[in-house]
């Protein structure tokens, strides 16, 4: 059974920079995707970006292109979401997702099978 666990949450100023962590254990190595999705009160969770294990392709929705970067390492099985340049409508419960196999659907959610138990990001002065 796979299991995510992410890290790095918190409270930065507009502006500020924050990482998240997400560690994945008991999955094969360098295969599939793994993505960050976000949602708040009352919304559906919103992809915000995916990365391919083998080859290390990268998807970013608009909102976040330029200012968030997604990387990973495939040794210790773990993904990182770097959000520079935050702004207040950043502000989200921040998941982690992972899916063994590559789909072109990467942009939606029910496409992966594993979650993590998600992080608080809150951007505020």
């Known amino acids: 059974q796979v299991q995510l666990v992410e890290s790095g949450g918190g409270l930065v100023q507009p502006g500020g920079s924050l990482r998240l962590s997400c560690a994945a254990s008991?999955?094969?190595?360098?295969?599939?995707?793994m993505a960050w999705f976000r949602q708040t009160l009352g919304k559906d969770r919103e992809f915000v970006a995916a990365v391919r294990w083998a080859g290390g392709s990268t998807y970013y929705a608009d909102s976040v292109k330029g200012r968030f970067t997604i990387s990973k390492d495939n040794a210790k099985n773990t993904a990182y979401l770097q959000m520079n340049s935050l702004k207040p409508e950043d502000t989200a419960v921040y998941y982690c997702?992972?899916?063994?196999?590559?789909?072109?659907?990467?942009?939606?959610?029910?496409?992966?099978?594993?979650w993590g138990q998600g992080t608080q990001v809150t951007v505020s002065s």
């Open positions: 008991g999955r094969p190595f360098g295969t599939g995707l």
């Open positions: 997702a992972d899916r063994l196999l590559y789909s072109s659907n990467y942009y939606a959610s029910d496409v992966y099978n594993f």
